[in-house]
């Protein structure tokens, strides 16, 4: 099994505890679980992701053929805007999730789901992390627009603004789906990273609205359940923009 060990976060993220992932600790049995999640993925996401995230994945270098080292990822990633993906054992609190995000850093778990769960999983594993997050931390504008949004989210206080924030995070970066070419496409990491979810967001049981910031702040969601209200935007520019004008509308400082 794996057992990654603890060491002191680099630099400072609100004293967010990293890990070192160990990738020659990884199991012949757990590259082979990825190989499989990659593949049942993959046959989908070539005709349904957003190209911004295609492009992303052949940037940080994710291949079919094992665990990501998240060292290889992080130079690739970091040449190109910056962002990192930091390991940690599980669960962030959020203030010092946002925060690290505020620093381009992105908390991901490194353990890798069993071969009995290759469908679901309640907690995050690499492969929603790392396959279904950071491809699209390679892009510019969603760069900027994530780490905006972690500072944003840090200064959020009152119980409202903090929901507020849940709800652009989550119909964005979990669930997001854009229009590319007229169709719509899916770039959030929980419809990238799920088979059931991904098929679902496009199919004709979901309301898909044009993402108004408004309608989207005022969206309420639940957790580990198949969405009925998701949100589609024309561009990754238009996320980046409607940021200053939730600030407006949540009286939040930027
Ligand atoms: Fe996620």
Do not use: C
């Not at 400072?12 to 992932?21: C, M, V």
């Not at 993925?41 to 079919?64: H, K, P």
């Not at 504008?141 to 989210?153: D, E, H, I, K, T």
């Amino acid at each position: 099994m794996h057992e990654p060990t603890l060491s002191e976060a680099p630099g400072s993220s609100g004293g967010l505890p990293t890990l070192t992932q160990d990738w020659k600790a990884y199991s012949a049995e757990q590259h082979e679980v990825w190989s499989i999640l990659f593949d049942r993925r993959m046959v989908d996401l070539r005709t349904t992701a957003s190209q911004v995230f295609l492009r992303g994945m052949d940037v940080i270098g994710l291949e079919r053929e094992g665990v990501p080292n998240l060292s290889e990822v992080n130079r690739r990633l970091g040449r190109v805007t910056g962002w990192s993906a930091v390991a940690v054992a599980g669960f962030v609190p959020a203030p010092q999730f946002f925060a690290s995000l505020a620093e381009r850093r992105f908390p991901t778990t490194i353990i890798v789901r069993g071969r009995d769960q290759l469908d679901y999983l309640p907690e995050p594993d690499i492969f929603h992390d790392v396959f279904g997050h950071v491809p699209l931390h390679a892009d510019q504008v969603f760069g900027s627009f994530l780490q905006r949004f972690g500072a944003m989210a840090s200064a959020a206080k009152s119980p409202d603004q903090v929901t507020a924030m849940a709800r652009l995070f989550w119909f964005t970066v979990e669930f997001g789906l854009i229009l590319e070419g007229g169709e719509p496409r899916i770039y959030g990491s929980g419809l990238i990273s799920s088979r059931g979810d991904g098929e679902h967001a496009l199919g004709p049981a979901v309301r898909r609205h044009p993402f108004e910031i408004e309608a989207v702040l005022a969206q309420p969601f639940v957790i580990d359940k198949l969405q009925d209200d998701l949100f589609l935007i024309e561009g990754f520019d238009q996320l980046f923009e409607a940021l200053p004008i939730a600030a407006r509308l949540l009286d939040i400082p930027v």
